[in-house]
């Protein structure tokens, strides 16, 4: 009986250091490049002295504990799989984290509930998921609006995210359809299919899905008299079934001290303060706009060709409207 007792008591603690012994050597160096690239830090703060979720500078988890964060998470926090961080990295993030020291208090939530906020909106904020895509559910509203998904859609890319993304992005012809999702998968006995249903009706039916556009700025080409840059504006969504955008608005921040030497494409307005504008009346899934803009030089790194899209239709159902989608600047 006492062997046994010894035989109980010791296994655990052979299994543990087994666990320690495999597990990957970390270096502080790499885990702290990995962090600062990161969107992890939208919970769990910028140094990792907790937020929404819990704090992680100078904790004390070891390989095997951080792992266990990260691929079976405790709380609501999803669950990340091997291509999205891999045990190196995992190993990397604990050795950075211990030798960090403990803050002396957490952070704030970055987007918290207000007194009038909606019930789907609160779920959606207490949840977690307002932390990476703000408290008007952007990103999510548009990839949603590609399909006009229904709720079942919206579900399997709560929970198996990690491969319902990339057959998303594949279903509608999308150029990043490979890339590695950055959301890992929620568990349905944390984040219920109740608590789902309330953020996307709120989605849907009160704020509403937004056009799913995207706009790429192409590298500037030098022209004959000055220096010309391409931009490719579209409607990414799935014929007959994602959103039909209306009154389009499409601008252009000019660099100080650069003119506008001409433009092209349907629905040119001329420049008009600092920016060039087109306009558009409808842009339809699939459809696709493209422009060319010759400046009379090059932006630089701190003033460079930028701009932003607007439109009238889908507009948010509740609120104002603050729907953009940002250009971003054209490469350098």
Same mark, same amino acid.
């Given at each position: ?5 010894? &035989?109980? !008591? =010791?296994?655990?603690? /052979?299994?543990? $250091?087994?666990? @320690?012994?495999? *597990? ?130 919206? &579900?399997? !890319? =709560?929970?198996?995210? /990690?491969?319902? $993304?990339?057959? @998303?992005?594949? *279903? ?132 460079? !060709? ?27």
């Amino acid at each position: 009986m006492k062997r046994l007792l010894v &035989a109980v !008591l =010791v296994l655990p603690l /052979t299994q543990s $250091l087994a666990l @320690a012994q495999n *597990a990957p050597a970390g270096d502080a160096t790499a885990g702290k490049a990995v962090w600062d690239r990161a969107l992890c830090k939208n919970c769990h703060g910028d140094d990792g002295q907790g937020a929404f979720g819990p704090d992680l500078a100078g904790r004390g988890l070891n390989v095997a504990e951080f792992k266990q964060a990260v691929r079976k998470p405790w709380g609501i926090m999803p669950a990340f799989v091997e291509t999205q961080v891999s045990d190196k990295q995992i190993a990397d993030l604990a050795a950075y984290f211990a030798g960090l020291p403990k803050a002396q208090e957490p952070g704030k939530w970055k987007v918290e509930v207000k007194a009038d906020t909606p019930p789907g909106q609160a779920a959606l904020i207490n949840l977690g998921c307002a932390q990476c895509h703000g408290e008007t559910f952007n990103g999510p509203r548009g990839n949603l609006a590609t399909v006009n998904a229904d709720f079942d859609e919206f &579900a399997t !890319l =709560v929970y198996n995210h /990690t491969t319902a $993304l990339p057959k @998303a992005r594949a *279903a509608i012809g999308a150029a990043n359809a490979n890339n590695t999702p950055l959301m890992g998968n929620f568990n349905r006995t944390r984040v219920t299919e109740a608590s789902l249903r309330e953020i996307y009706y709120w989605t849907r039916d009160e704020i509403g899905y937004r056009a799913p556009l995207q706009a790429r700025l192409g590298k500037g080409e030098p022209a004959a008299n000055g220096v010309t840059y391409k931009l490719d504006v579209n409607n990414i969504g799935l014929p007959g079934k994602g959103l039909t955008a209306e009154g389009v608005t499409v601008r252009l921040q000019i660099p100080a001290g650069v003119n506008v030497v001409s433009a092209t494409g349907a629905g040119y307005q001329g420049v008009q303060g600092n920016m060039a504008v087109w306009q558009i009346p409808t842009l339809a899934p699939k459809d696709q706009q493209s422009y060319t803009i010759t400046l009379s030089k090059a932006g630089s790194q701190a003033d460079n !060709l930028r701009g932003n899209i607007r439109w009238v239709k889908p507009a948010p159902k509740t609120g104002p409207s603050e729907d953009v989608v940002n250009i971003a600047p054209a490469p350098l």
